[in-house]
């Protein structure tokens, strides 16, 4: 059984709908057996913690704000059991700040977490250190920033990177794209974290990446971004 928890209920139901959808589209493609009720009639729903004391993992994926989700670890932390993993979607802030228990994960703690990936039919990668952004991450975000700033120079057209991309590099998405999907303002804390941390200028948001979170020019999310959509 899986439990989705959020804020509130209309966050809840639109992220049931979502699954809703997928679950869907995995069934059209023949790679779902059973029906769409059955696969939802698994997945719970909750608007607060109380029921975190029966996760065997409980896995954040709250927005790139440190505050916010070393609250919820410590709530996670209070009501669930001493065997229970607790994990993070972070895209860029060290899971040690997240924890504040220590600077290591324990081998037996990460071998748990990789079996888990495999159980989902994914295949897992290490990473053998905690610095913040990771490893694809610190790679993939420099040439987000890059192409921004090939942007804000006019060197080249939103399109046209995102094009580049995808005929060059085989990538199914251009930066700009995958910026839109994923949200300018999750990329845009992203990076911040990465910077404040390392102090490292290639990681530094571009203004024109600030300046469209400013406007809440936020991606697919608000009909606007890199790039424009129908929000009907």
Known sequence: MTLINDVNQE????GLKNI???VGKFIEKGKLS???ETVLGRIKTATDLSQA???DLAVEAVFENLEVKQDIFRKLDERSGPDALLASNTSAIPITELAAEGVSTSEETMLAGLN???RLGKEPIRVESDV???LLNRINLISYVEAIRLFEQGIGSVQEI???FRLAFGRKMGPFETGDMVGLDVSYGALSAIYEESKDIRYYPPQLLRRKVKAG???RKTGRGWYEYDKS
């Open 20 to 22: 809703g959808w997928s």
């Open 162 to 164: 995102d094009k580049g």
């Open 11 to 14: 966050a809840v139901d639109k």
């Open 132 to 134: 913040p952004g990771f």
């Open 53 to 55: 004391g029966d996760a």
């Open 34 to 36: 059973e029906t769409k």
């Open 116 to 118: 888990f990936i495999r």
């Open 217 to 219: 020019q936020l991606g």
